[in-house]
C-alpha cells in the first residue's frame, strides 16, 4: 500500500516524531486542565466597591473554561413612591451580577438579575439564601453553573415567603418559584407551592437533583432564618 511505502521510505529520525506529537498532545491537555473550574482567591471588598457594588451580600471569584469569572449578590435598600398612592414606600432590590475578566482588563458584567420589593407600613423581609447560593460545576464539563435563591415578604403576620430559585449555565437557564412553607400549631399548613420553568422540566439530571434538593433547604425554613453570609465561601454547592 502507499502507506507502507512512504513509511518505509522515511529516514530514520522520523521515528521521533510520534514522540513529539504525544509531548505537544500532553501540553495541549494540560493546557485545557489549567481551563477547568477552580474557586479562587476572594476578591477584595474594596474592589467590588470599585465595581459599584454598594452591598455586597456574597461573592464567588473562579475560573472555568469561558476565562474568569465573578458572582457578586448585593442588595440595594431605600424610599420608593407608590404611583396609585403617591407615598413612601420601603423599596429592596437584589441584584445579581456575573462579571468576567479577560487577561488584562478589569471585570464588565456578562448579565445581571434584580428582584425588587417595596412594601407599604407593614414587615419587609428581603435577601438571599447565602448558604446554598454560589458557584459549581456538577456535570464536570469545565462551565460553571450558578445558583441564586433569594425570599422576600411584605406583610403583618404570619405567611409564606415568595421564593425564588435560579440556575444558569451559559445561555441555559433553569427556575423554580414558589411559596415558603408554614406550619402553625394545630393547623392547616400555608403555602408550599412550588412551579417550575419549562426548561427545568428538560434540564440535565445532575441539575434537577440539585435543584430539588435547594428547594428541599429552604422552603421549610421559618421566616427569620435567611441563611445569608457576608463573606465568600469555598463551600458552594457542587
Not at 529520525?13 to 506529537?21: D, E, I
Not at 433569594?150 to 415568595?162: E, K, L, Q, R, Y
Not at 425564588?164 to 451559559?170: H, K, V
Not at 434540564?203 to 440539585?210: I, K, L, M, Q, S
Request: proline share 6%; with cysteine.
Amino acid at each position: 500500500m502507499l502507506i507502507e511505502r512512504v513509511m518505509s521510505d522515511m529516514p530514520a529520525a522520523y521515528p521521533a516524531l510520534p514522540l513529539a506529537f504525544a509531548l505537544s498532545g500532553l501540553a495541549l491537555l494540560a493546557g485545557c486542565e489549567q481551563k477547568r473550574f477552580e474557586v479562587l482567591d476572594p476578591v477584595p471588598v474594596e474592589q467590588l466597591e470599585v465595581l459599584g457594588v454598594q452591598t455586597p451580600i456574597k461573592s464567588v471569584h473562579f475560573r472555568d473554561v469561558d476565562g474568569e469569572g465573578l458572582l457578586v449578590l448585593s442588595r440595594v435598600d431605600g424610599q420608593a413612591t407608590d404611583p396609585e398612592t403617591e407615598q413612601e414606600v420601603d423599596r429592596v432590590v437584589l441584584r445579581t451580577t456575573l462579571y468576567e475578566r479577560h487577561e488584562g482588563a478589569g471585570f464588565t458584567p456578562r448579565w445581571q438579575t434584580e428582584q425588587e420589593t417595596t412594601c407599604a407600613g407593614l414587615d419587609l423581609d428581603v435577601d438571599f439564601y447565602g448558604d446554598v447560593s454560589g458557584v459549581s460545576d456538577l456535570d464536570g464539563n469545565g462551565r460553571a453553573e450558578t445558583t441564586v435563591a433569594s425570599h422576600a415578604f411584605c406583610g403583618g403576620g404570619i405567611d409564606p415567603h415568595d421564593i425564588t430559585l435560579d440556575m444558569r449555565e451559559g445561555e441555559a437557564r433553569y427556575t423554580l418559584t414558589g411559596e415558603s412553607l408554614i406550619v402553625p400549631a394545630a393547623e392547616e399548613p400555608i403555602g408550599g407551592e412550588r412551579h417550575d420553568s419549562a426548561s427545568f422540566k428538560t434540564a440535565p439530571e445532575v441539575f434537577r437533583t440539585h435543584l430539588d434538593e435547594v428547594w428541599q433547604t429552604i422552603y421549610k425554613r421559618p421566616w427569620s432564618e435567611t441563611g445569608s453570609v457576608s463573606d465568600e465561601q469555598d463551600d458552594d454547592p457542587r
